[in-house]
Protein backbone atom coordinates (compact mmCIF):
# COMPACT_ATOMS: atom_id res chain seq x y z
CA UNK A 1 0.00 0.00 0.00
CA UNK A 2 1.30 3.43 -0.97
CA UNK A 3 2.39 5.70 1.68
CA UNK A 4 -0.77 8.45 0.01
CA UNK A 5 -3.29 5.75 -0.23
CA UNK A 6 -2.20 4.84 3.70
CA UNK A 7 -2.79 8.40 4.31
CA UNK A 8 -6.21 8.25 3.13
CA UNK A 9 -7.51 5.05 4.84
CA UNK A 10 -6.16 6.75 8.10
CA UNK A 11 -8.31 10.24 7.58
CA UNK A 12 -11.39 8.05 6.33
CA UNK A 13 -11.14 6.01 9.54
CA UNK A 14 -10.21 9.03 11.78
CA UNK A 15 -13.36 10.84 10.57
CA UNK A 16 -15.53 7.43 11.16
CA UNK A 17 -14.46 7.46 14.48
CA UNK A 18 -15.42 10.77 15.61
CA UNK A 19 -18.73 10.56 13.78
CA UNK A 20 -19.41 7.27 15.77
CA UNK A 21 -18.51 8.84 19.34
CA UNK A 22 -21.54 11.11 18.90
CA UNK A 23 -22.90 13.68 17.33
CA UNK A 24 -20.88 16.34 15.31
CA UNK A 25 -20.60 20.43 16.20
CA UNK A 26 -19.28 23.42 14.42
CA UNK A 27 -16.91 26.20 15.91
CA UNK A 28 -15.21 29.42 14.97
CA UNK A 29 -11.40 29.41 15.90
CA UNK A 30 -9.53 32.25 16.84
CA UNK A 31 -9.18 32.78 12.86
CA UNK A 32 -12.53 32.99 12.32
CA UNK A 33 -12.24 29.21 9.93
CA UNK A 34 -15.10 27.00 10.93
CA UNK A 35 -14.04 23.50 12.19
CA UNK A 36 -16.21 20.33 12.67
CA UNK A 37 -15.43 18.69 15.68
CA UNK A 38 -17.41 15.35 17.64
CA UNK A 39 -20.00 16.53 20.90
CA UNK A 40 -17.14 14.70 23.35
CA UNK A 41 -13.67 15.85 22.72
CA UNK A 42 -11.32 13.18 24.49
CA UNK A 43 -8.58 12.87 22.28
CA UNK A 44 -5.98 16.16 21.77
CA UNK A 45 -3.05 16.55 19.92
CA UNK A 46 -1.40 19.79 20.68
CA UNK A 47 1.41 21.03 17.67
CA UNK A 48 3.86 24.01 17.63
CA UNK A 49 4.45 25.72 20.96
CA UNK A 50 3.63 22.32 22.93
CA UNK A 51 4.34 23.61 26.70
CA UNK A 52 2.02 26.28 26.13
CA UNK A 53 -0.73 24.76 24.65
CA UNK A 54 -0.87 21.96 27.47
CA UNK A 55 -0.79 24.76 29.72
CA UNK A 56 -4.33 25.70 28.51
CA UNK A 57 -5.39 22.36 29.41
CA UNK A 58 -4.03 21.84 32.47
CA UNK A 59 -5.71 24.25 33.38
CA UNK A 60 -9.10 22.49 32.64
CA UNK A 61 -7.80 19.66 34.47
CA UNK A 62 -7.76 17.96 31.45
CA UNK A 63 -4.07 16.46 31.37
CA UNK A 64 -5.12 12.92 30.54
CA UNK A 65 -6.86 13.93 26.98
CA UNK A 66 -3.35 15.33 25.05
CA UNK A 67 -2.21 12.05 23.65
CA UNK A 68 1.18 13.09 21.94
CA UNK A 69 4.35 13.85 24.37
CA UNK A 70 6.53 17.09 24.58
CA UNK A 71 9.10 17.44 21.71
CA UNK A 72 12.72 16.82 22.98
CA UNK A 73 14.15 20.48 22.98
CA UNK A 74 10.65 22.03 24.50
CA UNK A 75 10.74 19.32 27.38
CA UNK A 76 10.27 21.03 30.39
CA UNK A 77 10.28 18.98 33.82
CA UNK A 78 7.23 20.11 35.50
CA UNK A 79 5.31 19.30 32.29
CA UNK A 80 5.82 16.26 33.50
CA UNK A 81 5.15 16.55 37.04
CA UNK A 82 1.33 18.25 36.08
CA UNK A 83 0.87 15.56 33.81
CA UNK A 84 3.29 12.43 34.00
CA UNK A 85 1.29 10.36 31.77
CA UNK A 86 2.85 12.92 29.16
CA UNK A 87 6.32 10.66 29.07
CA UNK A 88 4.88 7.66 28.15
CA UNK A 89 3.11 9.51 24.93
CA UNK A 90 4.47 9.81 21.24
CA UNK A 91 6.64 12.88 20.37
CA UNK A 92 5.27 14.53 16.86
CA UNK A 93 7.49 17.30 16.04
CA UNK A 94 10.91 18.13 16.18
CA UNK A 95 13.42 20.94 14.97
CA UNK A 96 14.99 19.26 12.47
CA UNK A 97 12.50 16.36 10.95
CA UNK A 98 9.05 19.13 11.22
CA UNK A 99 5.33 17.43 12.52
CA UNK A 100 5.00 13.66 11.81
CA UNK A 101 1.83 14.54 9.94
CA UNK A 102 0.88 10.43 9.34
CA UNK A 103 1.09 9.83 13.20
CA UNK A 104 -1.12 12.53 13.55
CA UNK A 105 -3.69 11.45 11.79
CA UNK A 106 -3.17 7.77 13.43
CA UNK A 107 -3.71 9.25 16.53
CA UNK A 108 -7.20 9.74 15.72
CA UNK A 109 -7.01 13.05 17.41
CA UNK A 110 -11.31 14.69 18.22
CA UNK A 111 -9.19 17.90 18.50
CA UNK A 112 -6.00 19.55 17.52
CA UNK A 113 -4.45 22.67 18.93
CA UNK A 114 -2.41 24.77 17.48
CA UNK A 115 -1.23 28.31 16.79
CA UNK A 116 0.20 28.42 13.68
CA UNK A 117 -1.44 29.16 10.95
CA UNK A 118 0.11 27.39 8.28
CA UNK A 119 0.01 23.99 10.24
CA UNK A 120 -3.14 24.88 10.90
CA UNK A 121 -4.04 24.94 7.16
CA UNK A 122 -1.82 21.50 6.73
CA UNK A 123 -3.81 19.98 9.17
CA UNK A 124 -6.88 21.00 8.19
CA UNK A 125 -6.19 20.04 4.67
CA UNK A 126 -5.88 16.42 5.75
CA UNK A 127 -9.57 16.57 7.33
CA UNK A 128 -7.87 16.88 10.82
CA UNK A 129 -9.91 19.12 13.09
CA UNK A 130 -7.34 21.63 13.41
CA UNK A 131 -8.11 24.97 15.89
CA UNK A 132 -5.81 28.17 15.95
CA UNK A 133 -5.31 29.64 19.04
CA UNK A 134 -4.24 33.23 19.01
CA UNK A 135 -2.49 34.89 21.65
CA UNK A 136 -0.96 38.28 20.23
CA UNK A 137 -2.43 40.89 22.77
CA UNK A 138 -2.32 39.90 26.25
CA UNK A 139 -5.97 39.69 27.15
CA UNK A 140 -6.51 37.22 24.52
CA UNK A 141 -6.38 35.13 26.59
CA UNK A 142 -9.30 35.53 28.17
CA UNK A 143 -11.05 34.91 24.85
CA UNK A 144 -8.90 31.74 24.17
CA UNK A 145 -9.86 30.26 27.23
CA UNK A 146 -13.29 30.73 26.74
CA UNK A 147 -13.30 29.54 23.42
CA UNK A 148 -11.75 26.30 24.80
CA UNK A 149 -14.62 26.00 27.47
CA UNK A 150 -16.85 25.93 24.95
CA UNK A 151 -14.74 23.13 23.08
CA UNK A 152 -14.08 20.80 26.33
CA UNK A 153 -17.67 22.09 27.46
CA UNK A 154 -15.86 23.33 30.55
CA UNK A 155 -17.91 26.91 30.51
CA UNK A 156 -17.44 27.21 33.77
CA UNK A 157 -14.09 26.67 34.74
CA UNK A 158 -13.32 29.00 31.57
CA UNK A 159 -15.27 31.53 33.60
CA UNK A 160 -13.24 30.72 37.14
CA UNK A 161 -9.75 31.65 35.10
CA UNK A 162 -10.73 34.49 33.60
CA UNK A 163 -11.90 35.80 36.94
CA UNK A 164 -8.99 34.67 38.65
CA UNK A 165 -6.97 37.06 36.01
CA UNK A 166 -8.71 39.63 36.53
CA UNK A 167 -8.98 39.69 39.93
CA UNK A 168 -5.07 38.30 41.34
CA UNK A 169 -4.10 41.50 38.48
CA UNK A 170 -6.52 43.47 40.44
CA UNK A 171 -5.37 42.56 43.80
CA UNK A 172 -1.60 43.22 42.52
CA UNK A 173 -2.50 46.84 41.73
CA UNK A 174 -3.98 47.58 44.64
CA UNK A 175 -0.79 46.54 46.50
CA UNK A 176 1.01 48.55 43.88
CA UNK A 177 -0.62 51.69 44.13
CA UNK A 178 0.62 54.49 42.10
CA UNK A 179 3.68 54.37 41.19
CA UNK A 180 5.51 57.33 39.74
CA UNK A 181 7.09 56.80 36.15
CA UNK A 182 10.12 58.11 37.42
CA UNK A 183 9.69 56.01 40.45
CA UNK A 184 9.64 52.45 38.30
CA UNK A 185 12.95 51.41 37.67
CA UNK A 186 14.15 50.51 34.51
CA UNK A 187 14.00 46.82 33.97
CA UNK A 188 15.34 44.40 31.04
CA UNK A 189 13.85 40.54 29.97
CA UNK A 190 16.30 39.32 27.66
CA UNK A 191 17.62 35.65 26.28
CA UNK A 192 21.39 36.90 26.63
CA UNK A 193 23.05 34.00 24.59
CA UNK A 194 20.93 36.10 22.04
CA UNK A 195 20.58 39.04 22.65
CA UNK A 196 17.01 39.56 22.40
CA UNK A 197 14.06 40.56 24.22
CA UNK A 198 12.21 37.63 23.06
CA UNK A 199 8.78 38.24 23.86
CA UNK A 200 6.39 41.26 23.33
CA UNK A 201 4.21 40.27 26.43
CA UNK A 202 6.78 41.10 29.05
CA UNK A 203 5.83 44.80 27.53
CA UNK A 204 2.94 44.30 29.57
CA UNK A 205 3.93 42.09 32.44
CA UNK A 206 6.59 44.51 33.44
CA UNK A 207 4.47 47.73 33.37
CA UNK A 208 1.69 45.96 35.04
CA UNK A 209 4.26 44.67 38.22
CA UNK A 210 5.42 48.16 38.16
CA UNK A 211 8.48 48.45 36.71
CA UNK A 212 9.57 50.15 33.06
CA UNK A 213 10.59 48.36 30.13
CA UNK A 214 13.77 49.82 28.33
CA UNK A 215 12.69 47.86 24.78
CA UNK A 216 8.97 49.18 25.29
CA UNK A 217 9.03 51.72 22.28
CA UNK A 218 5.33 50.36 20.56
CA UNK A 219 7.25 47.59 18.79
CA UNK A 220 4.99 45.13 16.72
CA UNK A 221 7.67 42.62 16.11
CA UNK A 222 7.38 39.21 19.06
CA UNK A 223 10.86 39.58 19.40
CA UNK A 224 13.99 42.14 19.71
CA UNK A 225 17.73 41.86 18.99
CA UNK A 226 20.13 44.85 20.21
CA UNK A 227 23.99 44.63 20.92
CA UNK A 228 25.64 44.17 24.16
CA UNK A 229 26.57 48.37 24.04
CA UNK A 230 22.40 48.99 24.04
CA UNK A 231 22.20 46.66 26.95
CA UNK A 232 25.05 48.40 28.65
CA UNK A 233 23.69 52.20 27.49
CA UNK A 234 20.29 50.96 28.77
CA UNK A 235 22.05 50.87 32.15
CA UNK A 236 18.38 48.17 33.66
CA UNK A 237 18.34 47.83 37.76
CA UNK A 238 16.48 44.72 37.09
CA UNK A 239 17.58 42.28 34.58
CA UNK A 240 15.75 39.22 34.24
CA UNK A 241 17.01 35.97 31.96
CA UNK A 242 15.71 32.89 31.03
CA UNK A 243 18.12 30.36 32.90
CA UNK A 244 20.57 29.82 35.23
CA UNK A 245 23.20 29.52 32.89
CA UNK A 246 22.61 32.99 31.28
CA UNK A 247 22.68 34.31 34.81
CA UNK A 248 26.35 32.91 35.23
CA UNK A 249 27.62 34.17 31.74
CA UNK A 250 26.29 37.62 32.92
CA UNK A 251 28.30 37.37 35.99
CA UNK A 252 31.51 36.74 33.76
CA UNK A 253 31.05 39.42 31.49
CA UNK A 254 33.31 42.22 32.73
CA UNK A 255 31.57 44.61 30.70
CA UNK A 256 28.82 44.22 32.73
CA UNK A 257 29.89 45.24 35.89
CA UNK A 258 28.72 48.58 36.15
CA UNK A 259 25.28 48.19 35.05
CA UNK A 260 22.95 48.90 37.39
CA UNK A 261 21.06 45.60 38.24
CA UNK A 262 24.74 43.62 37.83
CA UNK A 263 26.35 46.31 40.80
CA UNK A 264 23.47 45.64 42.89
CA UNK A 265 22.68 41.83 42.38
CA UNK A 266 19.52 42.38 40.87
CA UNK A 267 19.49 39.83 38.19
CA UNK A 268 17.19 37.07 38.26
CA UNK A 269 16.09 34.12 36.64
CA UNK A 270 12.48 33.64 35.30
CA UNK A 271 10.63 30.99 36.92
CA UNK A 272 9.63 27.65 35.14
CA UNK A 273 6.51 25.96 35.64
CA UNK A 274 4.34 24.61 32.81
CA UNK A 275 6.48 27.22 30.32
CA UNK A 276 9.09 29.83 31.32
CA UNK A 277 6.68 32.94 32.77
CA UNK A 278 8.12 35.32 31.32
CA UNK A 279 7.16 34.03 28.11
CA UNK A 280 3.19 33.65 26.87
CA UNK A 281 2.15 30.75 29.92
CA UNK A 282 -1.19 30.03 31.34
CA UNK A 283 0.80 30.94 34.60
CA UNK A 284 0.97 34.87 33.67
CA UNK A 285 -0.94 36.24 36.69
CA UNK A 286 1.73 34.13 38.64
CA UNK A 287 4.08 36.19 36.40
CA UNK A 288 3.38 39.53 37.42
CA UNK A 289 3.24 38.44 40.87
CA UNK A 290 6.90 37.45 41.00
CA UNK A 291 7.91 40.09 38.52
CA UNK A 292 6.18 42.49 40.88
CA UNK A 293 8.09 40.75 43.84
CA UNK A 294 11.52 41.20 42.37
CA UNK A 295 11.12 45.01 41.30
CA UNK A 296 8.89 46.39 44.10
CA UNK A 297 10.33 43.73 47.27
CA UNK A 298 9.16 45.94 49.83
CA UNK A 299 5.63 45.91 48.60
CA UNK A 300 5.27 41.87 47.53
CA UNK A 301 6.82 39.38 50.19
CA UNK A 302 7.89 36.13 49.46
CA UNK A 303 5.09 34.37 51.11
CA UNK A 304 2.57 36.04 49.48
CA UNK A 305 4.11 34.57 46.37
CA UNK A 306 3.99 31.53 47.58
CA UNK A 307 0.94 31.36 48.87
CA UNK A 308 -0.81 32.29 45.77
CA UNK A 309 1.32 29.91 43.74
CA UNK A 310 0.23 26.88 45.46
CA UNK A 311 -3.59 28.11 45.61
CA UNK A 312 -3.10 28.30 41.90
CA UNK A 313 -1.46 24.98 40.69
CA UNK A 314 -4.12 23.23 43.63
CA UNK A 315 -6.95 25.43 41.75
CA UNK A 316 -6.34 25.17 37.93
CA UNK A 317 -3.96 22.35 37.64
CA UNK A 318 -5.44 19.91 40.71
CA UNK A 319 -1.83 19.30 41.73
CA UNK A 320 -0.56 19.97 45.25
CA UNK A 321 2.93 21.33 45.26
CA UNK A 322 5.56 20.51 47.77
CA UNK A 323 7.74 23.65 49.40
CA UNK A 324 10.56 22.53 47.69
CA UNK A 325 9.17 22.47 44.58
CA UNK A 326 7.72 25.91 44.55
CA UNK A 327 11.54 26.78 45.41
CA UNK A 328 12.16 25.10 42.53
CA UNK A 329 9.74 26.76 40.08
CA UNK A 330 10.67 29.99 41.29
CA UNK A 331 14.21 29.19 41.20
CA UNK A 332 14.23 29.29 37.93
CA UNK A 333 15.98 25.76 38.52
CA UNK A 334 13.15 23.25 36.91
CA UNK A 335 13.30 24.32 33.01
CA UNK A 336 14.35 21.94 30.62
Known amino acids: ?7 ILCIALALLASVAAGE ?11 VTLPEKVARI ?8 LNGFLFAFGRQQSIVNGLPRELARKYQFI ?18 AVEDIVGLRPDLVLTMDRSATDRLSALGLPAVLLNWREPEDIKA ?19 RYFDEALARIRTTLGSVDESRRPRVLYVNYRRLTQPHRIAEWWIPH ?20 EQLIAWNPEVLIVADRGEAELVAAEPRLRDVSAVRSG ?30 HPEKFSGTMLESEMSAFYERFFHV ?3 KEQIDEILAGSAGR
Not at 25 to 34: A, E, Q, Y
Not at 152 to 158: G, N, Q, T, Y
Not at 217 to 224: A, I, K, M, N, Y
Open 1 to 7: MSSQLAR
Open 24 to 34: CRTIVDMDGRS
Open 45 to 52: VTVGPVPV
Open 82 to 99: FAPDLAKKPILQSSSSGL
Open 144 to 162: LMTLLGAILDEKKAAEDYV
Open 209 to 228: AGGRSVTSDGRSEESVTFSL
Open 266 to 295: RVHVAPAGAHLWANRTIEQPLTVLWAASII
Open 320 to 322: SLS
